[in-house]
């Protein structure tokens, strides 16, 4: 059973820094591409990065490029998301999603339960 | 930056009820367009990808169609527990997904 599970989220004032993990089990990590998805409250869905299988293609939702970094560490099933210069328009509930393919194709196949960010001072 | 487009924004239907949601595109996307599901409290949840193909677990009465522009998400029996929002996402060009469409019990 695939299983995502994210940590990290919490009240941050804006300006300030954070990092998001999300632990994977259940699928071979190493093989398939992972994003983040976030959600505002009572809002729709907005994709905020991806990375490939192998970090060698990464992208970023104009909203946060230059703000964000998204990363993993296949040896220990992870990814990964820096969060800087946080902006109150941030918060939202952040989903770890697994891609249906290696490469960051946005086939969000599989989804955590979110962690919550709360940018307010 | 393509805009996904969902009508309507909400409806009340009975369980037994056929309900079509439709979802369009500001430009074609192909058939690089996918549904999910998401019930209040819980993660969003892949039903149908590629405009027609059925997610491994997905019950048969939900189906999807349409390529380009135009898409509909069928469901042709309304079940209790399919009262939930509903987002398309397109997938041609990044990932943006449409503002949802929350289906309520009539």
């Known amino acids: 059973e695939v299983q995502l599970v994210e940590s990290g989220g919490g009240l941050v004032q804006p300006g300030r820094s954070l990092r998001l993990s999300c632990a994977a089990s259940g699928f071979t990590f190493a093989d398939k591409a992972m994003h983040w998805v976030r959600q505002a409250p009572g809002k729709g869905l907005e994709w905020v990065s991806g990375?490939?299988?192998?970090?060698?293609?990464?992208g970023y939702a104009d909203s946060v490029r230059g703000r964000f970094t998204i990363s993993r560490d296949n040896a220990k099933n992870s990814l990964y998301l820096q969060m800087k210069s946080l902006r109150a328009e941030d918060t939202a509930l952040y989903y770890c999603v697994k891609d249906l393919y290696g490469d960051y194709l946005w086939y969000f196949d599989y989804w955590g339960q979110g962690t919550l960010v709360t940018v307010s001072s | 930056d393509i805009q996904m487009t969902q009508s309507p924004s909400s409806l009340s239907a009975s369980v037994g009820d056929r309900v079509t949601i439709t979802c369009r595109a500001s430009?074609?996307?192909?058939?690089?367009l996918h549904w999910y599901q998401q019930k209040p409290g819980e993660a969003p949840e892949l039903l149908i990808y590629d405009a027609s193909k059925l997610q491994s677990g997905v019950p048969s009465r939900f189906t999807g169609s349409g390529s380009g522009t135009d898409f509909t998400l069928t469901i042709s029996s309304l079940q209790p527990e399919d009262f939930a929002t509903y987002f398309c996402q397109q997938s041609y060009s990044s990932g943006t997904f449409g503002q949802g469409t929350k289906v309520e019990i009539k």
């Open positions: 990375i490939n299988w192998n970090s060698g293609s990464i």
């Open positions: 430009q074609s996307v192909y058939t690089y």
